[in-house]
């Protein structure tokens, strides 16, 4: 069982950035993916991001360009860095891990952005962005 932590959550207004935090404890070692999945009120949740322990990335194109996903496997952080931001990003943002399913994505195997191929989540931190 891996425990995930999010922060780096807030207000922004468009155009500002935020960085977002997954700290990961117990054994994350053995997941091969992690993503950053989002959820606004009202809507079904998102994968965002995704990330291969190889660092192959994948994004959802409503993010691409703005969005970068990374991990620093010293502390066995995850990261979100999201730049000009938009009022559609306002959303409770999770990280999640687990095995994973690496799917063909236009001719790139990456990890998958659907929520059922992740079997550990963090309690999600908010994002309000304002116009």
């Known amino acids: 069982q891996v425990q995930l932590t999010e922060s780096g959550g807030g207000s922004v207004q468009a155009g500002g950035s935020l960085r977002l935090s997954c700290a990961a404890s117990?054994?994350?070692?053995?997941?091969?993916?992690m993503a950053w999945f989002r959820q606004a009120p009202g809507k079904e949740r998102e994968g965002v991001a995704s990330?291969?322990?190889?660092?192959?990335?994948d994004y959802a194109d409503s993010v691409k360009g703005r969005f970068t996903i990374f991990r620093d496997g010293a502390t066995d952080t995850l990261y979100l860095r999201m730049n000009s931001l938009i009022p559609e990003d306002a959303a409770v943002y999770y990280c999640?891990?687990?095995?994973?399913?690496?799917?063909?994505?236009?001719?790139?195997?990456?990890?998958?952005?659907?929520?059922?191929?992740?079997?550990?989540w963090g309690q999600g931190t908010q994002v309000t962005v304002s116009s």
């Open positions: 990330l291969m322990y190889t660092g192959i990335t």
């Open positions: 999640a891990t687990g095995s994973g399913q690496i799917r063909l994505i236009q001719g790139k195997w990456v990890c998958s952005r659907m929520d059922y191929d992740y079997s550990d």
């Open positions: 117990g054994k994350s070692g053995s997941n091969r993916c």
